[in-house]
């Protein structure tokens, strides 16, 4: 169970285009789902946190507009990257956390395989 | 906020021998502390994780032990294999929050030798 799938695994895209990752909890409804980013050989940073019928609460350094995420149902969360740019290219990653009765714990994040984008 | 520290970066350790992460946290008001294991391309795993009313957990060959004290908690791998070899993150979060965000440690490469 706690299963939480992205998609797509890669991208390829030219700079100023607009790019969708899709984040989906397979098997579980995720109120809260979490955003984060990964630089080759770093820690994963968190970008924004996706409520579900609410608008994101992104953290601080993280421009809203360039990083859309809309969570319109309980097993959907989709970042937009909008005109990317080649420093816009990493790996990004989700989470989702499920209810406490089916992790135990309330904390409790699963992570997606992760999407790696890459920007010409 | 929250900060974690992680060590060591790397770690080499021949098969069948044990091996040890470390990590410590800055806000005593952490109470969750899970591990998570990310091999090359993918996304993050959870491997184990430990709340702060307990000092030891244990599954298999992985343990978690936490000392609120001191506020570091470690991961002890036994009878390392091949397999374990991944990038090793600790995360520390606070229950109660509306997000309950995971503040991640800066990762140990850990490298099981055949």
């Known amino acids: 169970g706690a299963v939480v799938s992205q998609h797509p695994s890669r991208v390829i895209c030219k700079s100023g285009t607009s790019v969708k990752i899709e984040c989906r909890s397979l098997d579980f409804q995720a109120t809260t789902m979490f955003w984060y980013r990964q630089f080759p050989k770093k820690s994963l940073m968190l970008m924004a946190t996706?409520?579900?019928?609410?608008?994101?609460?992104?953290e601080q350094g993280v421009e809203k507009d360039k990083f859309l995420i809309n969570h319109a149902s309980l097993t959907l969360s989709t970042l937009t990257v909008t005109s990317a740019h080649p420093e816009d290219s990493s790996f990004y990653i989700c989470?989702?956390?499920?209810?406490?009765?089916?992790?135990?714990?309330?904390?409790?994040?699963?992570f997606g395989p992760g999407t790696r984008l890459l920007v010409l | 906020g929250e900060n974690v520290e992680q060590h060591p970066s790397t770690l080499s350790v021949q098969e069948g021998d044990s091996a040890v992460i470390k990590c410590t946290y800055s806000d005593s008001a952490s109470n969750y502390f899970p591990w998570y294991k990310q091999e090359l391309g993918k996304g993050p795993q959870l491997i184990i994780d430990i709340r702060s009313n307990v000092g030891e957990k244990k599954d298999q060959r992985i343990a978690v032990t936490l000392n609120k004290t001191a506020k570091h908690f470690s991961l002890h791998i036994t009878e390392t294999q091949p397999e374990d070899s991944a990038v090793y993150f600790c995360a520390a979060s606070r229950s109660g929050g509306a997000t309950n965000k995971l503040i991640f440690g800066t990762g140990t490469l850990l490298a099981v030798q055949p």
């Open positions: 989470s989702a956390r499920p209810p406490t009765g089916v992790s135990g714990r309330p904390e409790t994040q699963y």
């Open positions: 996706s409520n579900e019928g609410s608008k994101a609460t992104y």
